[in-house]
């Protein structure tokens, strides 16, 4: 860490070593068989741009997380997060999982709580409760016309996997300088749009019963 780390409370330095022990993909905690899920990553330098920053990333309630590359302050650092998807009623849910970005300067946090999924639209809606007990668009899918599922359907154990890969996240429009402004970073500290993480979601289901 940086100079800003020196003013690092007991408390913080503690949720730090929790957030950034893992330091190779082995340390990435591994889904459960057959839970569906979302993976995460952010892309490669993201984590260190947020540090240079004084700005770090990690998960709450259900979801795990890990960390690829040398640390997150490197060049090829990436954040794998690991989130439980709980339904899909109303686009694929991940009640009870949150991201954190946490301003190791003022001790100020921002939680993405409960990210909802919204394939039709593009978008996944977080509550952020610092700002709005309101779910809003906080990451764009920029590529989520191109989304294909690959369904595979196996006979022997009657699951059904269906699954999305490589959805592009970037922050929406007006996120970066919302986070910015509660997370009390400078303003432009993050660029409007930023490229922020690719996604998978693997989804499990009971193959339904020939009538």
């Known amino acids: 860490m940086r100079k800003t780390a020196k003013r690092i409370t007991g408390l913080t330095a503690a949720v730090l070593i929790a957030a950034s022990a893992g330091i190779s993909p082995a340390n990435a905690d591994a889904a459960k068989p057959g839970q569906s899920m979302t993976h995460i990553k952010t892309l490669a330098g993201i984590t260190a741009t947020l540090e240079n920053a004084g700005v770090v990333i990690y998960v709450q309630g259900g979801a795990t997380a ?3 590359g040398e640390s997150i302050g490197s060049s090829d650092g990436q954040m794998v997060m690991h989130v439980p998807v709980t339904g899909t009623k109303t686009g694929v849910e991940h009640v009870g999982s949150n991201i954190v ?5 003022n001790n100020k946090q921002v939680q993405l709580r409960n990210p909802l999924i919204d394939l039709k639209n593009g978008v996944i809606n977080t509550v952020i409760p610092q700002s709005s007990n309101q779910a809003i668009a906080t990451l764009a899918i920029t590529n989520g016309s191109e989304l ?3 369904v595979t359907n196996d006979r022997k154990t009657k699951m059904r996997t269906t699954a999305y890969a490589g959805a592009k996240l970037s922050l929406a429009p007006g996120i970066a300088a919302a986070l910015a402004s509660l997370l009390g ?6 660029p409007e749009g930023l490229a922020f993480a690719t996604a998978d979601v693997t989804l499990y289901s009971k193959i339904p019963a020939k009538k």
Request: hydrophobic share 45%.
């Open 66 to 68: 890990g960390v690829m």
């Open 101 to 105: 970005f946490f301003n190791t300067a």
């Open 148 to 150: 294909k599922a690959k």
């Open 185 to 190: 970073l400078p303003e432009g500290s993050l």
